[in-house]
């Protein structure tokens, strides 16, 4: 039988998605912790990962995945959500590109035997639909209505899966990561700083957000923790209300807050993609906080002032603190 490696031991982590903004700073914590990392990418040829990560072709429609060698598995696969206008056709790419990379890592966790290792697979903090001013943890049902909650639910079914294997599955449920290299934050920072940016909707909605970095340690403390298993929210412990968000924002730029959104006009813009910031979701990461994990970045603003300050915190620093105490 094949055994966990133990924490203070390397491993091997296979990624798919390395090439996204979470992936990208995943790949630097891992080779920084001294674990073996292998990058699934659709063009190595194009990647520009440093030479100790090892490149191997794949794409979503294959098969089985080539993990082989692999301690964990980590799934980051997705096209971006808010990119393009949710047409029938888009709706169906979204969901296909999900459910076949889960399949297809799954399988490749099939094929070489899934006793002793693990699946970390990215899902999203819609499951659980729409929860207005309710607070939310992992115990919390599926919920009901709408694209996104439905995409999560079958997203995370087809990943079940892969306890057939007998692999630990660890259902990382993604809250919104705050990064500047993309994302949400680079989206808003224009419209911000130009002083016109406001309030998004009623202004009561929740927002469950999170720092890169800790979204990164987040999912090092899955790996570490064997004891961690299904729904995991990766999630600051401090959520804000839309208004709180805009304040902040706002704030942290030394900009008005003008020119509020309303919900009327939002859909009228982004049509059914503005669920994404007009549902609720007041999540608490409480697998996290219940396993001894402490964010660097809980409030929103530590987490605005460092990204956009002049010199944010890199991850390696963080790991390098963390192992001198």
């Known amino acids: 039988m094949t055994t966990r490696p133990r924490v203070d031991e390397s491993r091997t982590v296979a990624i798919a998605g390395a090439n996204g903004m979470l992936g990208h700073h995943l790949v630097e914590a891992l080779h920084a912790s001294g674990n073996r990392v292998i990058a699934l990418v659709r063009q190595p040829s194009a990647q520009h990962f440093t030479s100790a990560v090892e ?64 699946f970390i697979s990215s899902t999203a903090v819609e499951y659980t639909g729409d929860t207005g001013d309710r607070q939310v943890d992992e115990q919390a049902a599926p919920g009901t209505g709408g694209f996104l909650t439905e995409l999560t639910q079958v997203w995370e079914a087809e990943a079940q899966h892969v306890r057939e294997t007998g692999a630990r599955l660890v259902l990382l449920r993604q809250s919104l990561v705050l990064g500047r290299e993309g994302g949400t934050l680079a989206a808003l920072l224009p419209v911000y700083r130009s002083g016109f940016g406001g309030t998004l909707g009623p202004g009561g909605q929740w927002f469950s957000w999170i720092h890169i970095n800790d979204a990164v340690r987040l999912i090092l403390h899955a790996l570490d923790q064997e004891t961690i298993t299904g729904p995991f929210i990766s999630a600051s412990p401090n959520p804000v209300t839309s208004r709180e968000f805009a304040e902040t924002f706002a704030h942290t730029l030394h900009r008005p807050r003008l020119f509020p959104m309303s919900r009327g006009m939002m859909q009228m813009v982004w049509g059914e993609r503005a669920a994404l910031f007009l549902d609720s979701h007041r999540m608490v990461p409480q697998v996290a906080l219940s396993t001894g994990f402490q964010f660097r970045f809980p409030t929103l603003s530590e987490t605005l002032s460092d990204l956009l300050g002049p010199h944010p915190i890199p991850i390696a620093q963080l790991l390098q603190e963390a192992s001198r105490k």
């Open 55 to 118: 490149l191997r072709r794949w794409q979503a429609s294959d098969p089985v995945a080539p993990v082989d060698g692999a301690d964990a598995v980590i799934n980051l696969v997705g096209n971006p959500i808010f990119a393009k206008p949710w047409s029938p056709e888009r709706k169906q790419e979204l969901t296909q590109t999900r459910l076949l990379a889960t399949r297809s890592l799954v399988e490749g966790i099939r094929k070489i035997g899934g006793e002793g290792r693990t």
